[in-house]
């Protein structure tokens, strides 16, 4: 093909992809291909000529649009974990204590209650949660494995299982919040009367400490982020009920996505929760079964874990939170504000 006849043909593409930006990834990938397979043909064809460099010209500035774009993708991300969520939380410390405290109270009445009625955690357990699961439980303590429920021939398949799990647990909570608060209070009151009757369990039996050095390697992260998301669905509920300054739809709206943000960001946590769960968890039982032969852990390094996963989310929720926000920063309209100025990350 004669140059001339490649330039007429080509020439309006390429005007339009020069003067007219596109902010679609997809289109932008398009245009770039396509600028590369003109370029190449130019540059078999006619190296030497201007078009050539023009073409060349073109796909460059799409080229450093693309990388443009994927590095602000990565930086957005650094800023939602860095500012913007625990930003978003601090605004809501005060709903979280209470959800922590009503939580910890549903614990209690799970205790009390099964100290008061020896058969009421039985009962609790054969209606809520698996028929003959007490009974299991306490013949597993019997024979010398006590927490022979957490041993699975196929962990990865058990921390596929226990993480799609918890995450939908925390997803219904907060849905489950839209009506006015009452569903997420109901599903926390679920879940800590279970936690109380389970811890009673083990405390009754003489293995409270073994079963907190075991059950809580997974359980710190995992509890505290359904509590977390049981936050978001009083977040959720309560902008029906006190709309404040904005309309009970804009409160609504508002709260509904800060909820979601919270909830999607307890995904990684649940995540390592579930790894904690399938693949150290029963190591740490081997180590309080009688008469083991397999590979048991350490007693220091389940308090390392769980001291540390403590700070984690005590640092990353409330002490990091409080940190931005006595350093002048604030989250106002998806905006990071510093000392009242918009505050470029």
């Known amino acids: 093909m004669r140059e001339a006849r490649f330039i007429k043909k080509n020439v309006e593409k390429w005007n339009q992809y020069q003067h007219e930006e596109t902010k679609d990834p997809d289109e932008m990938a398009d245009r770039f291909i396509t600028l590369l397979d003109d370029l190449s043909y130019a540059k078999t064809f006619y190296p030497k000529s201007k078009v050539t460099r023009w073409i060349n010209g073109i796909a460059a500035s799409i080229y450093q649009s693309i990388y ?26 005060k709903v979280f204590l209470f959800t922590f405290l009503l939580f910890v109270s549903f614990v209690f009445i799970g205790i009390v209650s099964s100290a008061t009625d020896p058969d009421y955690a039985r009962q609790y357990f054969n209606h809520h949660v698996q028929a003959g699961y007490y009974d299991q439980t306490i013949a597993s303590i019997q024979k010398g494995d006590p927490f022979g429920v957490y041993k699975d021939n196929n962990p990865f398949s058990m921390f596929v299982t226990i993480a799609f799990n918890n995450i939908g647990v925390a997803f219904k909570t907060v849905i489950f919040g839209v009506l006015f608060g009452i569903g997420t209070i109901l599903f926390m009151w679920s879940n800590g009367l279970m936690l109380g009757c389970f811890q ?13 050095l075991v059950i809580w390697i997974h359980g710190t992260i995992e509890i505290s982020s359904i509590v977390i998301a049981s936050c978001a669905g009083i977040i959720l509920g309560t902008g029906w009920l006190f709309p404040g300054t904005y309309t009970r739809k804009q409160s609504f709206l508002r709260g509904a996505k800060d909820a979601v943000k919270i909830c999607i960001s307890l995904i990684p946590f649940f995540i390592i929760a579930a790894f904690f769960e399938s693949y150290v968890t029963h190591l740490m039982s081997n180590t309080f079964e009688r008469n083991s032969v397999d590979i048991g852990l350490p007693v220091p390094f389940s308090i390392m874990i769980l001291v540390g996963s403590f700070i984690l989310i005590l640092w990353y929720f409330v002490l990091y939170p409080l940190r931005l926000h006595n350093a002048g920063f604030e989250l106002k309209d998806g905006k990071i504000i510093k000392d009242g100025a918009i505050y470029e990350t």
């Open 68 to 93: 443009q774009n994927k590095k602000q993708n990565f930086s957005r991300i650094i800023r939602f974990w860095k500012y913007e969520l625990p930003l978003l939380f601090r605004r809501y410390h």
């Open 200 to 212: 009673y369990i083990f405390f009754s039996q003489g293995l409270g400490w073994q079963s907190v």
